[in-house]
């Protein structure tokens, strides 16, 4: 199985938050916040005024000759059946969640592995999406599906109302292919589940007063038995209010079922809890290690400071493996399975019945290794990559030893490999969607403000000359240990490269690029080194003449777009044109709307005098000001977003309009964090973004 943060530590883009209501301002807030009648996320006065801005900037970006054109091809590229069909390992057969232009919402489909190794396998559909909801007369958009091994054929299958994170759960038998009356089943919230065995669920979710942290999270985890009302599940274990939350759930492999629970104080911080019997015995590691699994017996952790344990020191970022009973008896005799370096990190850690997947970021490029374990020695062999891009290990199951791994960069078409009897074959292969002869990819380091060299990589043109002339768009993210990697991007490819544009990924500190150090670097007070960081990369593009502030563009979402709102407010002299997609610009009300509060291990606490202190130095809402020219700026996010709300977007674009600075807004209404609930969605969202660029920095 690809094995997930036992946490549920969830970053921005990657994961579910859970939300919770807005609390009333007072009038010292109001009197400070004019436009705090904006975060009512359905309020008709606030939707009038989305409708207006819609309208103001649809008619101007959708004129823009470009739109037509790139939208068009965008669509073809989404929905194309050329496309790469990724697919999740359960039982018997391989699983894909596909849409098109004939299955808007999506068919969850099935089929053999002899079948998928053709070029055209045939799909056995076991739940369309598009007949579902006209039968139900819902806006469903599919959210995933949590199936109990080895046989998957009880799953539990997440439903959404326009894309938000709150989901309707049902149980689901994938042989009858049909919903399970009188199953288990959960009414829309953000809860959490995961099966224990065929009668019985890990569940949180809103229980009611009490039972959410201030972070909107989960604070109790429970033991649902099936017929039990779900009033009276079973509580296992309880945390505080003030956490972030608390989970439980099951690691199921060859040697039987492992049942944990995890109590998140914060972000990146955390304790872990086995259960043995009736009883929770507490693993002794630290408080910022990540349990990444068990596999054979082995407790898999991967640190994220330093551990001193008597004369021995285990370094950061390293993955470390025990047997578990012996741990359990006081054995801290770790086995080093990865040692990171200065430019080498831990990536994903999997596992296969027999088998422990690791990939690494050397110098931010991929390598894939695979470990065996034999009367307790490890063996360890190198997976040969086609280049020196990204590799991602893309499915794996503890019940098989066939696992699936795909490799991409910048300009080479995304491939997927099969890994079956140790023998590695290329299965899919995405076609080129854009034309690269001329094309080159460099990578190069700026000097930030601290003097730290930061990496970035730069795509160039056909017929590119660093004249100052080109159109360039940079994006970055910098944030929650989260890497920007290489990858093959067909719409980036078609929409901006192919048309003479240059595109730039910053490697900045607060991503996790070079493990939890660059992370570290840039949280809470340290936080502005990721801003430095990525105007470092701008200026470097205009000082190396690949373009200048007349031709030059930066993108980021959700903390990206807390990153390029800082950006742009701290140096409106450097940037021509900003998207800002679906992102966090409001740091001082920040914790109080939605998720806000579980990310403050990242940014600080706006209520303590001393975070405020330094967070109001980069808060784009705060630093906004009347008398400076600024870039006019695209911001785009979503009202059925709720993990960061589109209040952050709709009060900055009202403050920055009442400065009579213009401004581009477009808000879809639905979609969730994702910005789009389909593929025509994502199409006509992302052709606005480079409509935009195009007529801002051409």
Request: some cysteine; glycine content about 8%.
């Amino acid at each position: 199985m690809v094995i997930r943060r036992l946490r549920r530590r969830i970053p921005l883009l990657l994961a579910t938050a859970l939300a919770v209501a807005v609390p009333m301002a007072t009038t010292a807030e109001q009197n400070e916040d004019p436009y705090l009648w904006l975060e009512e996320v359905d309020g008709a006065k606030p939707l009038a005024w989305v409708a207006e801005q819609n309208a103001g900037t649809l008619k101007v970006l959708e004129a823009v000759p470009e739109f037509e054109p790139i939208h068009a091809r965008n669509l073809e590229i989404l929905n194309s059946s050329a496309r790469i069909p990724s697919v999740t390992i359960r039982g018997t057969y391989l699983y894909n969640f596909w849409q098109d232009a004939d299955h808007v919402r999506g068919l969850w489909r099935r089929t053999s592995l002899d079948e998928y190794r053709k070029s055209d396998p045939a799909w056995e559909t076991v739940l369309d999406l598009d007949i579902l909801a006209a039968a139900e007369d819902e806006n469903w958009v599919w959210k995933g599906v949590s199936c109990l091994p080895p046989a998957s054929r009880q799953c539990m299958v997440s439903l959404s109302r326009g894309g938000g994170d709150a989901t309707v759960k049902r149980e689901f038998d994938t042989r009858a292919k049909a919903f399970i009356k009188d199953g288990f089943s959960l009414p829309e919230a953000k809860s959490q589940v995961n099966w224990r065995d065929a009668n019985s669920l890990w569940v949180g979710t809103d229980f009611g007063e009490g039972s959410l942290t201030t972070s909107g999270y989960p604070r109790t985890a429970r033991l649902w038995h099936r017929g039990t009302p779900l009033a009276e599940t079973q509580v296992i274990f309880e945390g505080k209010e003030e956490d972030v939350s608390s989970s439980a759930f099951s690691i199921h492999t060859a040697e039987g079922r492992y049942d944990l629970v995890v109590r998140t104080p914060a972000f990146f911080r955390g304790e872990n809890f086995i259960r043995l019997g009736e009883r929770l015995v507490k693993l002794d590691l630290p408080e910022d290690a990540n349990l990444q699994g068990l596999f054979k017996d082995q407790m898999l952790v991967s640190l994220r400071t330093d551990w001193t344990i008597g004369d021995r020191t285990y370094p950061q970022d390293a993955l470390l493996a025990i047997d578990l009973d012996q741990f359990l008896q006081g054995s801290r005799d770790f086995q080093i399975l990865f040692e990171p370096s200065e430019r080498i990190s831990l990536g994903q850690v999997s596992t296969t019945r027999d088998s422990l997947l690791l990939t690494t970021l050397d110098n931010v490029r991929g390598r894939l290794y695979r470990l065996t374990l034999a009367e307790e020695n490890w063996s360890r062999e190198e997976i040969p990559l086609p280049g020196l891009g990204r590799v991602r290990i893309t499915a794996s199951s503890n019940d098989s030893e066939i696992w699936f791994y795909s490799y991409t960069d910048f300009l080479t078409p995304s491939s997927l490999f099969l890994v079956a009897e140790e023998k590695s074959e290329q299965v899919k292969s995405m076609p080129a969607f854009f034309n690269t002869d001329g094309m080159e990819v460099a990578q190069r380091e700026a000097i930030s403000r601290d003097g730290t060299k930061i990496p970035y990589f730069l795509i160039t043109p056909k017929g590119f000359q660093a004249n100052g002339k080109s159109p360039a768009l940079l994006y970055g993210y910098g944030g929650f240990e989260i890497p920007m990697t290489p990858r093959y991007s067909a719409i980036v490819g078609t929409a901006w490269l192919e048309r003479g544009g240059v595109y730039a990924l910053a490697n900045i500190r607060g991503g996790g690029e070079f493990g939890p150090r660059w992370h570290q670097a840039a949280l809470r007070a340290n936080r502005h080194k990721a801003f430095e960081d990525f105007i470092a990369v701008g200026e470097a593009l205009v000082a190396t003449g690949v373009t200048s502030r007349e031709h030059l563009g930066i993108m980021g979402g959700s903390n990206g777009g807390l990153l390029v709102g800082a950006s742009f407010t701290q140096r409106p002299d450097l940037f021509k044109a900003v998207v800002c997609q679906v992102p966090l610009l409001d740091m001082r009300r920040y914790n109080k709307l939605l998720a806000g509060a579980s990310w403050m291990a990242e940014y600080g606490n706006p209520d303590e005098p001393k975070d405020w202190a330094f967070i109001k130095t980069w808060s784009p809402y705060q630093n906004v000001k009347e008398d400076i020219d600024y870039p006019r700026v695209f911001f785009r996010t979503s009202t059925r977003d709720d993990r960061v709300h589109p209040g952050h977007a709709r009060k900055m674009v009202a403050r920055m309009l009442s400065m009579d600075h213009p401004v581009y807004y477009y808000e879809n209404t639905e979609g969730g964090h994702a910005g789009a609930a389909n593929n025509n969605q994502r199409g006509y969202a992302t052709a606005l973004d480079f409509a935009y660029l195009w007529m801002m920095l051409r």
